[in-house]
């Protein structure tokens, strides 16, 4: 039987490098050998307010960056979370197992939510919803940037909660996936910060849709220091680590080799050739995605028959967790 992989990008804004080299690039290896159900998390999108009209877009462009990234729809289930309601209500149940002070513990609201009083529940509440998400599907492996470690931890948790509850092996503990050099890619204006979507600073981050231009500036623009040469050295030198890490992901040559090519050379022509690397890697998927978005009506048909196949895994799931709660099914 072939394990089950699980794993999705929050539909707002631009999806961006980090995106792709923590998460996206790994789900690629991942589709020939597992059943994997990549969706996007729209539901989790609303724990901030949202305009509906840039949702709507958002929900529509991520899942045309899926498929310009090679996630295939022949192979992989696409969908929407907010299309296949067995999330909520499972996140619903969840809510009623999980002790607040788990949830207080979540570095991410605490970063998220700059007066916690006026923070929605909603938002509070994101990793119970993200352990429905997983375990709905009693998903073997979640393939994730290094930022998800504490909410996958979470997901275990609830899990076990559950089973010794059910006095069942309902779930199994759903494995995190973090591997690899860009399991966190960080701002290109502050080494300290990730790269983010939420970043008020357009500089601070590659969209995956970039134009080679914008491109170019933006690694031309990003913040070095006044050291000479190339090298790596992550706690006195963290913008020149994230970009030899950025090096190093797109083209597998270690963080050595890239160092004794350059070191003795002027840093601009290490960002010069970094930006070229970046510029062909995203060419391709660009150019896709602007194939894709001609033709939204068929994202949209894409979405709906990936929720349907999603739907009776996610049903079956919901009802064992019922029935052992009690409820009538
Ligand atoms: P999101 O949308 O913030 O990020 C999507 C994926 O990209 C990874 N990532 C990064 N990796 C490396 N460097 C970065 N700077 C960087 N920024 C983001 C994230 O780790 C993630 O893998 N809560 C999730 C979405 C979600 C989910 C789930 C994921 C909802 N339910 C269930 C897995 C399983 C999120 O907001 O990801």
Known sequence: MKKTVLSGVQATGSLHLGNYLGAISNWLKMQEDYNCLFFLADLHAITVDQNPADLKHSII??????????IDPKKSIIFPQSMVSAHSELAWIFNCVTPIGWLKRMTQFKDKAANADSA???????????????LIYKADLVPTGEDQKQHLELARDIAGVINRKCQNEIFKLPEPLITGVATRIMSLKDGSKKMSKSDAQENSRINLIDSPDVILEKIKKA???????????????????????????????SSEDIIAKYDSGVFSKFKMDLAEIIIDKLNPIRSEYERLMQNTDYLVDILKAGAERAEKIATKTLDEIKTSFGFVV
């Open 61 to 70: 462009s991520s899942a045309a960056i899926y498929l310009a990234s090679g």
């Open 120 to 134: 929605s529940l909603g938002l509070f509440a994101y990793p119970v919803l993200m352990a429905a998400d997983i």
């Open 223 to 253: 913040k070095t220091d006044n050291i000479q040469g190339v090298s790596y050295e992550p706690e006195t030198r963290p913008e020149i680590a994230n970009l030899i890490n950025i090096y190093s992901a797109l083209t597998g040559i």
